[in-house]
């Protein structure tokens, strides 16, 4: 399903779940995203982010987005919900598991960092973030769909090219036999 | 007409760098200005203010936080310097942030006076910049007035 979304989305904009408390940074962010070609969703909170995704438990509210979420980034200090626990809950769903989370934080502390890669994290931002940091993200995030297709046809077509297989060693066995017949009358 | 754009455009770019060589503004700030376009023309402006008003409500809070001396709430205090100093980093003001890094400490071993103090000098500081930057797109907005293009000025 979510290999499935990839390749629908790999041929046009990623759609970007941005989850930041501090206005100024949801404002940076917003537009740094925007300046790379991806459609941009800002929510201020942990808690409002898994609003968003439907994961909050009120089945009402799955019907909100009308995009499909290609990638997550998030500040690691929020009140309430951090970033850490926004990610753990993202890779306990099943539904959103595959989706790349991206932890952002303006504090360089290796163990913390270590934390968040994992526990899946696809990679950590140092803030303030700049442009050659999302422009990187969205090339790491586009190889991944991509990778992720390039195996998706691979699966699909393998049981093909068995059945061609096969077909060419039967039509081997049959022209030897035909040989073999010739031969002998 | 060409030369009062000439004139003006000149007058923008030695105010931008002296902003950056006395230290109020960083290397972020070139960072924001490069996602400004003429579809955006105000994208610094805007995130300034935002940033400006989040200056005003922490300090204030902060402030109250700070009032009794037997009843201080350093840890409300903490977030607010936290807040505050991710959100001038963000900005690229370069003396908020780094009275922010000495307010910190100053509230890691809960000195109040030294908050205080702390307080306001932040205070000072980003009320300097918003003049300081309000004379730069006073600048922006008679270069495109008069017809002419914001340079892109290059910080090294």
């Known amino acids: 399903m979510a290999l499935g979304d990839l390749s629908s989305s790999s041929t046009s904009e990623l759609h970007v779940l941005a989850v930041d408390d501090s206005i100024v940074d949801r404002k940076v962010i917003e537009r740094l995203l925007r300046i790379s070609a991806c459609k941009v969703t800002t929510v201020?909170?942990?808690?409002?982010?898994?609003?968003?995704?439907?994961?909050?438990?009120?089945?009402?509210?799955?019907?909100?987005k009308d995009l499909k979420v290609n990638l997550i980034v998030t500040d690691y200090s929020m009140p309430?919900?951090?970033?850490?626990?926004?990610?753990?809950?993202?890779?306990?769903?099943?539904?959103?598991?595959?989706?790349?989370?991206?932890?952002?934080?303006?504090?360089?502390?290796?163990?913390?960092?270590e934390q968040c890669m994992t526990e899946g994290a696809?990679?950590?931002?140092?803030?303030?973030?700049?442009?050659?940091?999302?422009?990187?993200?969205?090339?790491?995030?586009?190889?991944?769909?991509?990778?992720?297709?390039?195996?998706?046809?691979?699966?699909?077509?393998?049981?093909?090219?068995?059945?061609?297989?096969?077909?060419?060693?039967?039509?081997?066995?049959?022209?030897?036999?035909?040989?073999?017949?010739?031969?002998?009358? | 007409m060409n030369t009062v754009v000439a004139q003006l455009q000149r007058q923008f770019q030695d105010y931008l760098v002296s902003l950056y060589q006395q230290g109020f503004l960083d290397n972020q700030f070139t960072e924001l200005r490069k996602l400004q376009d003429e579809g955006?023309?105000?994208?610094?402006?805007e995130v300034v203010s935002l940033f400006f008003d989040d200056c005003s409500k922490l300090i204030n809070s902060m402030s109250r936080s700070l009032e009794r001396p037997e009843n201080v709430d350093f840890k409300?205090?903490?977030s607010g310097v936290h807040q505050l100093k991710g959100s001038s980093s963000s900005v690229g003001a370069r003396r908020v942030k780094n009275v922010c890094i000495s307010f910190k400490e100053?509230?890691?071993?809960?000195?109040?006076?030294?908050?205080?103090?702390?307080?306001?000098?932040?205070?000072?500081?980003?009320?300097?910049?918003?003049?300081?930057?309000?004379d730069l797109f006073n600048l922006e907005q008679q270069i495109v007035q008069a017809g002419g293009a914001i340079p892109q000025v290059n910080i090294n």
Do not use: H, W
């Open chain 1, 44 to 64: 201020e909170s942990g808690t409002r982010a898994l609003q968003y995704l439907g994961l909050d438990g009120d089945k009402g509210s799955s019907g909100l």
């Open chain 1, 80 to 113: 309430g919900l951090t970033g850490y626990e926004l990610l753990k809950k993202i890779k306990e769903s099943s539904a959103f598991r595959e989706i790349p989370v991206v932890i952002m934080s303006s504090e360089n502390i290796q163990p913390r960092i």
């Open chain 1, 122 to 185: 696809e990679d950590f931002l140092l803030k303030p973030v700049k442009l050659a940091d999302v422009k990187r993200l969205k090339e790491l995030i586009m190889r991944g769909g991509e990778a992720e297709q390039e195996k998706t046809s691979n699966l699909i077509s393998s049981p093909k090219r068995i059945l061609q297989n096969n077909i060419f060693f039967f039509f081997i066995i049959f022209f030897i036999i035909t040989i073999i017949v010739i031969f002998i009358v």
């Open chain 2, 40 to 45: 955006t023309p105000d994208f610094v402006a």
């Open chain 2, 76 to 78: 409300q205090v903490d």
């Open chain 2, 106 to 134: 100053c509230c890691d071993v809960q000195n109040r006076e030294g908050c205080l103090r702390c307080l306001q000098q932040v205070d000072y500081e980003y009320k300097m910049l918003k003049t300081k930057l309000q």
